[in-house]
């Protein structure tokens, strides 16, 4: 089952600038967490951010999370041609077993 | 420095082939995932592990079993190959409500 859905599908910008993805979600959750992936690799995981908590920073991200929207945002400060990758948001259901359920993903291009 | 191995990152098969994944984990963790990617249609859960020789069943798990002997190793199975399952096939493992940790995935051709 797909819990967490990514908007935009696809995402270009350039060097420096910032990037904002967004993850909407269907039922009650434990947690959120976002993952990175790139090209033929496996998942790598960059933040996660409890129920009970609305914004979390580790470096150049921030995440927050509004449960009365079901909704999550990774935002990516000054950008660069390396953080080009696959993103993904992962939810706990509240009450659930303990696997994620992933949404599709988020592709961002940062050009140089 | 925390490690998910899987056995191989790319791989070959024929179809009616059985095919074998290993993944091996360093982490003590009780919980052990497979998950198959295709493009378009994200990740999407086969099997899951939640101890030693207990399992159960994903969003997916037609055509394939599992089996977890040692709580290190968690093996994903495909009783007969078919086309349909060339994938990109990712293991992951888990404590608890944390954070998971990937394999490298193994990249699966059946011709």
């Known amino acids: 089952s797909q819990q967490g859905e990514e908007d935009p599908q696809a995402l270009s910008i350039q060097e420096g600038e910032n990037a904002t993805m967004n993850c909407s979600y269907k039922?009650?959750?434990?947690?959120l967490q976002w993952y990175r992936q790139n090209s033929g690799r496996g998942l790598v995981h960059l933040i996660l951010?409890?129920?009970?908590?609305r914004e979390k920073h580790s470096g150049r991200l921030r995440v927050t999370l509004d449960t009365s929207k079901k909704s999550s945002s990774l935002l990516i400060t000054a950008s660069r041609a390396a953080d080009t990758a696959s993103y993904f948001c992962?939810?706990?259901?509240?009450?659930?077993?303990?696997?994620?359920?992933f949404g599709k993903g988020t592709k961002l291009t940062v050009n140089p | 420095d925390v490690k998910v191995t899987q056995s191989s990152r790319y791989l070959v098969k024929r179809t009616g082939e059985k095919v074998f994944l290993e993944c091996v984990q360093d982490m003590d963790h009780e919980n052990m995932f497979w998950y198959r990617q295709d493009p378009g249609l994200g990740l999407r859960l086969i099997y899951f592990s939640y101890d030693v020789k207990m399992k159960e069943k994903g969003d997916i798990p037609e055509g394939y079993s599992v089996s977890r002997e040692k709580k290190e190793r968690f093996s994903l199975i495909l009783e007969s190959a078919s086309t349909n399952q060339t994938s990109m096939y990712l293991c992951?493992?888990?404590?608890?409500?944390?954070?998971?940790?990937f394999g490298p995935g193994t990249r699966l051709t059946v011709l």
């Open positions: 951010i409890r129920s009970n908590e």
């Open positions: 039922t009650s959750i434990n947690n």
């Open positions: 992962a939810t706990d259901e509240e009450g659930g077993s303990e696997k994620l359920v």
């Open positions: 992951a493992s888990r404590r608890g409500y944390n954070e998971q940790f």
